[in-house]
C-alpha cells in the first residue's frame, strides 16, 4: 500500500495515457471506458505486484508501471463479464447502459492492454513477448470462467476446482508477473518460475475471495451454483452428511435462503474447514518457498512475502449459529 500511494500519481497518469491511445477519432470509446474505469475501484492495490516483481529483479518499480495499468483494464473487464455472467451487469457498469458497458469492456479489457504494451514505454525487445502474455491471459481466463460456468457439483473435486481457478484467478497474475519479469530482463526459465509464483498467489487470492463471500453474507457463490474450493471439501470431508445431500443442498441453494444457510452449516464444520486450512496453508507455502528460490533484491522480496501472507489467512470459524461479519481488510 505504501508503494500504491507513492506511485499513485504515475499510475494514474499512465492510465490516461493508454486512454490516449485509443485516438481522436474515438472520443465516444474513450469516454466509456474512462467511466468503466471510474466505476470499477478496487479495494487491495495489487496493481503494484508487477512493479514489486520488477523491482526484485532490477530493484526499480517504475518501468512496469505500464504494468500496472494493464492489470487494471484486465480485473476491470473480467469483473464486468463476470457480472454479466452472474446477472448483475446492469449494477456493475455506472452510467453506461449494459450494452455500452459491454463495448467498453471489450476494448478495455483486450485491444487497449495490448496497445499500452506495444507503446514507446516499453522496449522493443519486450513487445512481441508481453503482447503474447495478454492473448494467453484471456484464453486461460475464458477457459477458467467456463469451468466456472459449466462445473459439475457432482463431479467436484479439489483439483478440479484448483484447475479452475488457475484460468480464473491465476492467469491474470501470472500474466503480470511473468510479464514484469520479461520486462526486467530475465531468462525463460526464471519466467516461468515467476508465473508459477502467479499462478499460486492466484488460488489464494481466489480462496480469500471465496471466504469473504460468506463472511459478509453476500452468498453469491451459493446463489449462483458456483463450485467452489470449499464445497470441494465438504464433499470429501463432511462427517455425517452424504454428498447426495450436500449437493442436493447445493442445487437448492439458489433460490432457497433456508438451502444456503443449511449447506453453510456444512461448510463450516470443524473437519471441513480443518482440510480447508490445511490446503491454504500449503499453497502459501509452496508461494513462500517459490520466493525463497527466486531470490533477488531483499527489500522488496520481502514485500512479495509480505503480500503472500496477507492474502492467505484463515477467516472462516466453525461457529453455530453462523455469525456473519466483515473480515478485517487486509
Known amino acids: 500500500m505504501d508503494l500504491h500511494r507513492e506511485m499513485a500519481a504515475d499510475i494514474a497518469a499512465e492510465r490516461e495515457s493508454a486512454l490516449g491511445m485509443l485516438g481522436p477519432g474515438a472520443p465516444s470509446v474513450r469516454a466509456a471506458v474512462a467511466e468503466l474505469l471510474a466505476h470499477r475501484t478496487f479495494v487491495y492495490p495489487h496493481s503494484v505486484l508487477p512493479m514489486i516483481v520488477h523491482a526484485v529483479e532490477t530493484g526499480s518499480p517504475g518501468p512496469a508501471v505500464p504494468l500496472a495499468v494493464v492489470h487494471e483494464l484486465w480485473w476491470t473487464s473480467a469483473c464486468y463479464l463476470d457480472d454479466l455472467a452472474d446477472g448483475q451487469a446492469v449494477l456493475a457498469a455506472g452510467r453506461l447502459s449494459e450494452s455500452e458497458a459491454l463495448l467498453a469492456t471489450v476494448v478495455g479489457g483486450i485491444p487497449l492492454p495490448l496497445l499500452v504494451v506495444q507503446s514507446p514505454r516499453i522496449p522493443e525487445r519486450a513487445r512481441g513477448p508481453l503482447s503474447a502474455e495478454v492473448v494467453r491471459c484471456w484464453i486461460s481466463g475464458t477457459e477458467g470462467q467456463l469451468r466456472d460456468l459449466r462445473a459439475d457439483a ?79 471439501c465438504a464433499l470429501e470431508d463432511a462427517e455425517g452428511v452424504s454428498a447426495a445431500h450436500v449437493l442436493d443442498l447445493h442445487a437448492a441453494a439458489r433460490h432457497s435462503p433456508d438451502a444456503r444457510e443449511a449447506l453453510t452449516a456444512i461448510l463450516l464444520a470443524p473437519e471441513v474447514l480443518r482440510r480447508y486450512e490445511d490446503d491454504i496453508n500449503a499453497f502459501r507455502d509452496r508461494a513462500h518457498r517459490l520466493l525463497d528460490e527466486l531470490g533477488g533484491e531483499a527489500a522488496h522480496s520481502a514485500v512479495l512475502h509480505d503480500f503472500v501472507d496477507r492474502a492467505s489467512p484463515m477467516l472462516l470459524r466453525a461457529v453455530e449459529p453462523l455469525a456473519r461479519t466483515v473480515p478485517t481488510q487486509l
Open 154 to 232: 457432482g463431479a467436484a473435486t479439489r483439483d478440479a476446482v484448483v484447475t479452475a481457478y488457475l484460468g480464473k484467478s491465476g492467469a491474470p497474475y501470472s500474466m503480470v508477473t511473468a510479464m514484469a519479469a520479461r520486462l526486467a530482463g530475465c531468462s525463460d526459465e526464471r519466467v516461468e518460475r515467476w508465473r508459477e509464483f502467479g499462478n499460486v498467489f492466484g488460488i489464494l487470492w481466489q480462496l480469500f475471495n471465496d471466504q469473504q463471500d460468506i463472511l459478509t453474507g453476500r452468498d453469491e457463490d451459493l446463489a449462483n451454483g458456483t463450485v467452489t474450493y470449499l464445497l470441494a
